[in-house]
């Protein structure tokens, strides 16, 4: 009789914990939508409501070279923008930031470059050049690449990029700049 009362025991204790596995199984199945049904319900859900809108900055073309001898390729990348506003929410401008990367293309025992980007022009759509409003120089040795990150344009409301206009030894380069 004990040992009746002792499998009946366990085999009760065994059923209610798969009974409460499969409920927590179908609870959890029931609260988090699976993902086709998020992807279906809401088509925008990577990108939350409240974030500050951003765009694609391409440069065209996006290498170039600069110099008297062509001694310096230039090459402009991970650039991105994005809107700003004031604490009201009045759209004040966007801001611009891109890398260049700056390869020397002097023979090894040649010489430096200093690269200084204080010198570049951007163009806008109405007319008007702005100067960077953060950047970052270097120098490059003989044979080298280095990279100049955090190069950043303030254009006021409005305003779209057209041209990034680079300047090295007296030698000057223009390229497109297209914002979606």
Do not use: W
């Not at 596995?21 to 859900?45: C, L, R, V």
């Not at 110099?67 to 991105?80: I, T």
């Not at 120098?139 to 303030?154: G, H, I, R, Y």
């Amino acid at each position: 009789m004990k040992r009746i009362i002792l499998v009946s025991s366990v085999a009760l204790m065994v059923a209610l914990a798969a009974c409460k596995g499969k409920n927590k199984t179908e609870n959890a199945d029931q609260q988090a939508p699976s993902s086709e049904q998020q992807s279906e319900s809401t088509p925008a859900a990577s990108t939350p409501a409240n974030e500050p809108k951003t765009f694609a900055i391409t440069f065209a073309p996006d290498s170039v070279f600069l110099g008297k001898k062509k001694e310096v390729f230039v090459r402009l990348k991970n650039a991105k923008g994005i809107e700003l506003a004031d604490p009201d929410g009045k759209v004040t401008g966007t801001e611009i930031t891109y890398e260049i990367e700056v390869t020397n293309k002097n023979a090894v025992g040649g010489n430096g470059i200093f690269f200084n980007p204080n010198d570049f022009r951007l163009q806008l759509d109405n007319g008007n050049n702005l100067t960077h409003d953060n950047y970052n120089t270097v120098n490059v040795d003989a044979e080298s690449t280095k990279t100049s990150e955090e190069n950043k344009f303030k254009l006021p409301a409005g305003a779209k990029p057209k041209n990034l206009n680079l300047f090295y030894d007296e030698t000057r380069v223009s390229v497109g700049v297209e914002m979606k």
